[in-house]
């Protein structure tokens, strides 16, 4: 059964360091989707991206935060400087055209700030 | 999107029926209603959804009140792998936007 991949599992990074958190969706799927879950934390929505653009993007998505297609396989996130607070686990998400569909979301990146 | 209410936390025993309920008292009519569970340490994952009737898939079944103001996820045979936290999200499709809003959910301990 085909499944959303993310790499790396944990990130460990230093405050005010960029970081990268790579998503390889479902290869069919159109919609892409980033969430993070802050430790003992409800999941909590960022940014959905269709057609190489954002669609969506919740007040946690700041100027901090980037996304990117760079290819026709990985979807991207992009922090550019890290604060304490961005350590979280951080889950990426697809879906079928259209995203009415159910959402399939990875085992989701471990990224720890110190 | 719509508010849903769960209980924070239920047990069942193994192999027997666990129905978890949500109640979504201010649902829309173009609201969908979805169940996703997470089990530990690892991401959400779709279990089901409906809008009206009543679905069954071969994780669960999902029972929808007439009056659409509640729904119960169905679990027919608990099994220890069942142990998760399940969050029931409702969505309204129409509205332009496809993220979850996902709350506290129930968490669900199965009993050997």
């Known amino acids: 059964e085909p499944e959303v991949t993310q790499t790396p599992s944990h990130q460990v990074t230093q405050m005010g360091q960029e970081v990268i958190l790579r998503c390889v969706p479902i290869?069919?799927?159109?919609?892409f989707y980033w969430y993070r879950q802050i430790l003992g934390q409800k999941v909590e929505f960022l940014v959905s991206?269709?057609?190489?653009?954002?669609?969506?993007k919740s007040e946690i998505f700041d100027d901090q935060f980037s996304v990117e297609r760079p290819d026709g396989s990985n979807f991207t996130l992009k922090i550019r400087s890290t604060k304490l607070e961005d350590s979280a686990m951080y889950f990426c998400?697809?879906?079928?055209?259209?995203?009415?569909?159910?959402?399939?979301f990875g085992p989701g990146t471990r990224l720890t700030v110190t | 999107d719509a508010k849903t209410t769960q209980p924070n936390s239920m047990e069942s025993n193994e192999e027997e029926p666990v129905h978890l309920p949500c109640n979504h008292s201010?649902?829309?009519?173009?609201?969908?209603i979805h169940w996703y569970r997470q089990l530990p340490s690892q991401g959400p994952e779709y279990v089901i959804h409906?809008?009206?009737s009543n679905v069954n898939n071969r994780m669960a079944s999902l029972a929808i009140a007439e009056d659409r103001k509640s729904s119960t996820l169905i679990l027919h045979r608990a099994t220890l792998r069942d142990a998760a936290v399940y969050y029931c999200?409702?969505?309204?499709?129409?509205?332009?936007?496809?993220?979850?809003?996902f709350g506290t959910g129930t968490r669900l301990k199965v009993l050997a």
């Open positions: 998400a697809s879906s079928r055209d259209p995203p009415s569909y159910e959402q399939y």
């Open positions: 290869s069919n799927h159109l919609y």
């Open positions: 991206f269709y057609n190489n653009e954002i669609s969506e």
């Open positions: 201010t649902i829309s009519g173009t609201d969908y």
């Open positions: 409906g809008l009206t």
């Open positions: 999200i409702l969505r309204d499709v129409t509205s332009g936007t496809y993220k979850y809003i």
